[in-house]
């Protein structure tokens, strides 16, 4: 039975509450703890306003240094272009200037003839003193120098091989010393080589060749290399005599520059020299002479005329034809030579 004192929508306080009824304590209408717990939403900042006269000046000074680096690169680049088309050049240059040279000094001295033989033969004056001249060119003609007033041109074409020229050699060396050291006389010696084929060794073009590589590099010495080749002359039947025992005798002669002329006699540095002078004097004319052509050697010539004599072996018959030459008479009653008496030795 109700109490009519208590109302009647009185509700027991320990009792769970009603389905779908809020809490005790939660918020009315619905509003959740979250949404009360949220600070209030500050104002945005407003946006800087841009500095656009900065921004071109700063876009402006980009492009003029992209631009200085650009020019900078482009120099650079030619710079390195010019540098390497002129080193290419100059490179070019000095290759065709040491091949000149070679041409020139070297390796077409085969082709060239010595120094101091622009003849093609070397002179010997006052002193025993040769001549200085230049090299005949491929395919030049031979050059003659001028002979001193007063004194006797004798030319000797002499192929080192050949027994007569070693005959004549032995027996008028002493007196064609004389003549020339004195200044009565100057002596031409034209190497060359008729007898080359004559056997597999070469040897008469091995020993002009020789010759050449003395009168370039020590042409004071050549009358006396050239005497010793010739009195040391091989026998025929030898085939002539190697390349070292000529240097040998080079050597003996008092040859300067030997390191120089041994490679010049090793190489055969005028071989082709020899040759094409060889054929200058056998198809001829030989200059300042009455003799069209040399067939054999010795071949001697006193001012442009030939010597003819009874015996190379005997150096009475050039003896008097040298006073003949001279404007003298040589009769028998006068000395046999009008030097000293012919000497078996070596000259120099």
Not at 52 to 71: G, K, N, Q, V, W
Not at 101 to 109: C, D, R
Request: some cysteine; hydrophobic content about 40%.
């Amino acid at each position: 039975m109700t109490d009519p004192h208590e109302p009647g929508d009185a509700r027991d306080p320990d009792a769970a509450p009603a389905e779908g009824a809020p809490a005790e304590g939660a918020p009315a209408g619905g509003a959740s703890a979250e949404g009360d717990a949220l600070a209030p939403t500050a104002p945005a900042t407003p946006p800087v306003p841009l500095d656009t006269a900065a921004i071109a000046t700063a876009r402006e000074a980009a492009r003029d240094r992209a631009s200085e680096i650009r020019t900078l690169q482009r120099k650079q680049d030619r710079r390195r272009n010019l540098l390497l088309r002129g080193g290419i050049v100059g490179g070019i240059i000095a290759v065709i200037v040491v091949v000149t040279l070679v041409i020139i000094n070297f390796a077409s001295p085969a082709q060239r003839g010595p120094r101091n033989m622009l003849s093609d033969g070397i002179r010997i004056g006052a002193d025993l003193t040769a001549l200085r001249t230049g090299s005949l060119g491929p395919g030049d003609t031979p050059v003659e120098a001028t002979q001193p007033e007063g004194t006797i041109a004798i030319r000797l074409y002499v192929d080192y091989f050949q027994p007569d020229a070693a005959a004549f050699e032995k027996a008028n060396s002493s007196q064609l010393r004389s003549w020339v050291s004195d200044g009565a006389a100057t002596l031409e010696v034209h190497p060359v080589a008729l007898s080359s084929k004559s056997g597999s060794d070469q040897y008469a073009l091995r020993a002009a060749n020789a010759a050449g590589c003395v009168a370039e590099y020590s042409p004071d010495r050549f009358f006396a290399f050239h005497d010793r080749l010739l009195k040391q002359q091989p026998t025929q039947e030898s085939g002539g005599m190697s390349d070292a025992r000529i240097l040998e005798i080079a050597k003996a002669a008092k040859v300067t520059s030997m390191s120089d002329v041994t490679r010049c006699v090793e190489s055969r540095r005028f071989g082709k020299w020899v040759q094409a002078a060889s054929n200058r004097a056998i198809n001829g004319p030989l200059p300042d002479s009455d003799v069209k052509a040399v067939s054999a050697t010795p071949l001697v010539l006193l001012n442009g005329t030939q010597f003819v004599p009874s015996d190379y072996a005997d150096p009475d018959d050039l003896a008097r034809a040298f006073v003949q030459a001279n404007g003298g008479d040589f009769t028998e009653d006068e000395s046999a030579s009008p030097s000293p008496s012919p000497s078996a030795s070596p000259a120099g």
